[in-house]
């Protein structure tokens, strides 16, 4: 699986951004999907996951409420819609996935990954 991460960008605080992911292979509908973010210098932390078939969902608590992921398997696809934005959230977001197919916040349990996304978050 091949992931292609988009939709990054500048927004100001309070405001909202999509996440795209795009997925290649046909197997796509069969792996969860997480979105990860990294500041310089700190680990990669979960913001969400959502299993293979959309049916459980996992957000760190950090973006719970404000952050919504979700999944078109027929476009091979997954989304974050982030609303709500703050300056904390301005970091580099990746997506990923997972044969397993189940949701986890652990990302040495993912085995792909795409390239990161800048968001900025302006105060």
């Known amino acids: 699986v091949q992931l292609q991460a988009s939709g990054g960008g500048l927004v100001q605080a309070g405001g909202s951004l999509s996440l795209s992911c795009a997925a290649s292979?046909?197997?796509?509908?069969?792996?969860?999907m997480g979105w990860f973010r990294q500041a310089p210098g700190k680990q990669r932390e979960f913001v969400a996951g959502?299993?293979?078939?959309?049916?459980?969902?996992y957000y760190s608590d950090s973006v719970k409420g404000r952050f919504t992921i979700s999944r078109d398997n027929a476009k091979n696809t997954v989304y974050l819609q982030m609303n709500s934005l703050k300056p904390e959230d301005t970091v580099v977001y990746y997506c990923?996935?997972?044969?397993?197919?189940?949701?986890?916040?652990?990302?040495?349990?993912?085995?792909?990954w795409g390239q990161g996304t800048l968001v900025t978050v302006s105060s």
């Open positions: 990923a996935a997972r044969a397993a197919g189940t949701v986890v916040g652990n990302r040495n349990l993912y085995e792909y």
């Open positions: 292979g046909r197997t796509f509908s069969r792996y969860g």
């Open positions: 959502m299993s293979w078939n959309g049916v459980s969902t």
